[in-house]
Nanobody
Framework: QVQLVESGGGLVQPGGSLRLSCAASGFTTFSRYTMRWYRQAPGKERELVAVITSSGGSTNYADSVKVRFTISRDNAKNTVYLQMNSLKPEDTAVYYC??????????????WGQGTQVTVSS
């Protein structure tokens, strides 16, 4: 059974840092999956925050988090991370992990985790 489990969320003051983790299980070849972090704030649509390719060789970020957030992965541990620095109140949201196999590999359906709450407040 394929599963993504996020952890590391919590309450942090503005300017603080958090490191989110997403542990994948049940994937036959995790290293073939493109991994993404999304977030959804109350009353807003879910937005893409960061992407990392299957090999980890390429990353991309939403303009709102560039420089402050870093996505990384450890294929040996089937885990993807999101290091979040200089957090702002507008970063408050539920953060979701997403996995999908993309070309040149066979296209798969996207898989989602259950989300982890990040609250930035003084």
């Amino acid at each position: 059974q394929v599963q993504l489990v996020e952890s590391g969320g919590g309450l942090v003051q503005p300017g603080g840092s958090l490191r989110l983790s997403c542990a994948a299980s049940g994937f036959t070849t995790f290293s073939r999956y493109t991994m993404r972090w999304y977030r959804q704030a109350p009353g807003k649509e879910r937005e893409l925050v960061a992407v990392i390719t299957s090999s980890g060789g390429s990353t991309n970020y939403a303009d709102s988090v560039k420089v402050r957030f870093t996505i990384s992965r450890d294929n040996a541990k089937n885990t993807v991370y999101l290091q979040m620095n200089s957090l702002k109140p507008e970063d408050t949201a539920v953060y979701y992990c997403n996995a999908q196999m993309l070309p040149p590999f066979p296209l798969s359906r996207p898989y989602w985790g259950q989300g982890t709450q990040v609250t930035v407040s003084s």
